[in-house]
């Protein structure tokens, strides 16, 4: 599975970002995919993710503020950012966790990254 993040970058607190991920490779299952982020000095956090059954779940501190959506052929996922701030700033990663055959247990695989600056 190859995940490819792109649309970080600098914006001002208040304003609005998307983030969107390419998702490659053939699978047998998935268990969940989404975003995930790590600010500088801490650990990494779950920000929005849709699980089995196409259920998006959001971090408190994301909800009404951003949106995950993905593409009818679930190749794209996307993370629309609006109001954002200061405590938003992280490299946000894309993550994929399932099943690659239906004999292998569950796997997870990280993209490369996209650095998200809000700052005036």
């Known amino acids: 599975v190859q995940l490819v993040e792109s649309g970080g970058g600098l914006v001002q607190p208040g304003g609005s970002l998307r983030l969107s991920c390419a998702i490659s490779?053939?699978?047998?299952?998935?268990?969940?995919v989404g975003w995930h982020r790590q600010a500088p000095g801490k650990q990494r956090e779950l920000v929005a993710e849709?699980?089995?059954?196409?259920?998006?779940n959001y971090t408190n501190s994301v909800k009404g503020r951003f949106t995950i959506s993905r593409d009818s052929a679930k190749s794209t996922i996307s993370l629309q950012m609006d109001d954002l701030r200061p405590e938003d700033t992280a490299v946000y990663y894309c993550?994929?966790?399932?099943?690659?055959?239906?004999?292998?247990?569950?796997?997870?695989?990280w993209g490369q990254g996209t650095e998200v600056t809000v700052s005036s």
């Open positions: 849709f699980t089995s059954g196409d259920i998006a």
């Open positions: 993550n994929w966790r399932g099943r690659i055959r239906q004999w292998t247990s569950d796997s997870e695989f």
């Open positions: 490779g053939r699978v047998f299952s998935v268990t969940a």
